[in-house]
């Protein structure tokens, strides 16, 4: 008899403990379901925040373009930041060593823009046609196109790739001179890389001092306008007590 009524009572103590634990499972299912219903309640009531995260996003892409976001004394000009994929014919990734001068460029390319010159670049990925690139190429309307970090070499300036920052500049015509927006945003550019590199104008080179080649062109035929050049950098940074 006993034993017969244990068995009862453990029955009805096993139905008791199968309802507590399906009421549990049950609790669980319904806020899982309210903290999923919040989630797109949350989603739908905010659909800016998305957005906000690709705006960090591209922001943080920004802060990886080739540190030109590290301290300079003298301002950073205004970049259009389009690094070219990387490839072995215009972006070899290899890091460059201490930087100890800047090199001037023409694209000897009369006319062309600088978002061209940068889609040459680009397109040597798939052509293979030679191994050229610059860090940098100022437009005709002054603006600056980045195409390799500074910390990367670009093949500009030969024997003086790898401890160099090259700057490529357009001109409208065969006499190679820059226009006034180019000179200016060259300029401004060639300063700040001084200031970044803590570098003076004396280290402003042109591709002819290094390899005797016709570039920049009016910078070669004119040693008077070079000079001026490095005299007008060299008075910027001064502004900023380089
Ligand atoms: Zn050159």
Redo the contacts with the bound molecule.
Sequence with gaps: MDKKKNKGKKKEIDRKTVVRREKMILVAIVGILIMVGAFFVIRLLNPVSEEAFSEEESSGEELNVGAETEESPVPRPDLDVQLLTVNEYSRPEIPTDTITGIVV?YTANPGSTAQENRDYFESLKDSHETKVSSNFIVGLEGEIIQCIPTSEIAY?SNSRNSDTVSIECCHPDETGEFTEATYDSLMHLTAFLCGKFGLTADSVIR?YDVTG?D?PKYFVEHEDAWLQFKADVAAYLEEYGV
Aim: glycine fraction near 0%.
């Design positions: 460029h500009a591709h080649k570039c």
